[in-house]
């Protein structure tokens, strides 16, 4: 099976633009997860969609936003960025559909560059 | 809140035994274990379930202690591929977000 794809791998934008992340889970996943990850903070969790239902939430501000299609694949939104979102931002995919969070299959990631 | 990892960095020879531990202040319901490389993806290790539970494979286990809300990652005989930086994740109720650590950087040298 192919892995959890993600584009753009790099991307630099300047403040106050927005940008859109794209996610392609593993066939047959149904939960995608989306996650900051920056030196000092770590991994950060964002929002986990399933089933095209924003399923969890973390606290980042309404800025940050997602969304999950039909075919599962999902795409993230940052609104007005800041310096500070600049970051690696993973996207992982897992079956979906137990009563605790499956395995996450990561993928290679997007490093957003906010100048 | 974020589970607190212990050490935050280690460097061990190969062969050698290292512990690394997560703390929440929380109930857990389960406890997951991540190994990332330098400039790679996270790649799961393990996920323990809330019972008290150890688990293995190779010479990598863990336990994962309901009571205390902890859990802990067992390396024994370090090889030159264990080095990363080890994130545990933790998760306090069903199907619910999963918090990770900040994680611990273990170097294994020759």
């Known amino acids: 099976k192919a892995g959890v794809t993600q584009t753009p791998r790099y991307l630099i934008k300047t403040r106050g633009q927005q940008v859109t992340l794209s996610c392609s889970p593993i066939s047959g996943h149904r939960s995608v997860s989306w996650y900051q990850q920056t030196p000092g903070q770590g991994l950060q969790f964002l929002f986990e969609?399933?089933?095209?239902?924003?399923?969890n939430k973390g606290n980042f501000p309404g800025r940050f936003s997602g969304r999950q299609f039909s075919n599962s694949r999902s795409e993230m939104n940052v609104s007005t960025l800041e310096l500070g979102d600049s970051a690696l931002y993973l996207c992982?995919?897992?079956?979906?559909?137990?009563?605790?969070?499956?395995?996450?299959?990561f993928g290679p990631g997007t490093r957003l560059t906010v100048l | 809140q974020q589970p607190v990892q212990s050490p935050q960095a280690v460097i061990l020879r190969e062969g050698e035994d290292a512990v690394i531990n997560c703390s929440s202040s929380?109930?857990?319901?389960?406890v997951h274990w991540y190994r990332q490389k330098h400039g790679e993806a996270p790649v799961f290790l393990m996920i323990?379930?809330?019972?008290?539970e150890q688990k293995g494979h190779d010479k990598i286990s863990a336990s994962f202690n309901e009571k205390k809300q902890q859990s802990s990652l067992y390396l024994t005989a370090s090889q030159l591929s264990y080095s990363g930086t080890y994130f545990c994740?933790?998760?306090?109720?069903?199907?619910?977000?999963?918090?990770f650590g900040t994680g611990t950087r273990l170097q294994v040298t020759l």
């Open positions: 323990l379930l809330k019972g008290g």
């Open positions: 929380k109930a857990l319901y389960s």
């Open positions: 969609y399933f089933s095209e239902t924003q399923r």
């Open positions: 994740g933790t998760e306090t109720g069903t199907a619910s977000k999963l918090t």
């Open positions: 992982a995919s897992s079956p979906g559909g137990r009563e605790y969070t499956d395995t996450q299959y």
